[in-house]
């Protein structure tokens, strides 16, 4: 396994629609692993692959506690089957956009299908944390960041942040 870069927005790769995967094999498997890495490094509790520059639809979860024993969930081209009516509010932060949170208001129940790490179909629930997050990776997908569901100007107001944060990175690299 090894750590991939994280992409920071803004990055127009952030807002480009990824790909259906056709198969799972060792290749994606090694991808997935790497993707858990970096999550797990960073520390997160989701990463989608378009944080890690590749346009595919794949999600890795694990909202387990630190102390608990791991529970990493990896969804291949996950979609969402149903979302409750009844809708709950979650501080949320994202890996591509470092030191940056807000409350936003999804769906507080969904319901959604996918393919596991050994390329079997599921189908699961999940509500609370998870379907937070679980939402949250998937709009990832189509290119969406929770900032999107912010006013016009706390939304900008970020972004002034990130792109500024962003220099200091690359000062720092250089
Ligand atoms: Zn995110």
């Given at each position: 396994m090894s750590k991939r870069k994280i992409v920071i927005?803004?990055?127009?790769?952030?807002?480009?629609?990824?790909?259906?995967?056709?198969?799972?094999?060792?290749?994606?498997?090694?991808?997935?692993?790497?993707?858990?890495?970096?999550?797990?490094s960073a520390p997160g509790i989701g990463l989608a692959a378009v944080q890690v520059g590749i346009l595919k639809r794949l999600v890795v979860?694990?909202?387990?506690?630190?102390?608990?024993k791991k529970h990493p969930l990896f969804l291949i081209n996950p979609?969402?089957?149903?979302?409750?009516?009844?809708?709950?509010?979650?501080?949320?932060?994202?890996?591509?956009l470092?030191?940056?949170?807000?409350?936003i208001e999804r769906p507080a129940e969904c319901q959604i299908k996918y393919i596991d790490y050994d390329g079997k179909k599921k189908e699961i629930k999940a509500k609370g944390l998870l379907s937070t997050?679980?939402?949250?990776?998937?709009?990832?997908l189509d290119?969406?960041?929770f900032i999107d569901y912010l006013s016009k100007l706390k939304k900008d107001m970020i972004l002034k942040k990130l792109v500024?944060?962003?220099?200091?990175?690359n000062k720092i690299v250089l």
């Open positions: 927005e803004p990055d127009p790769i952030l807002r480009q629609k990824s790909e259906i995967l056709e198969k799972v094999d060792d290749e994606l498997r090694r991808l997935m692993d790497d993707m858990l890495e970096t999550m797990y979860i694990d909202i387990s506690k630190e102390k608990e979609e969402i089957i149903s979302k409750s009516k009844s809708t709950s509010i979650h501080e949320e932060g994202c890996l591509s470092p030191g940056q949170f807000a409350e997050c679980i939402q949250h990776e998937i709009d990832h290119g969406k960041l500024k944060h962003k220099k200091e990175l």
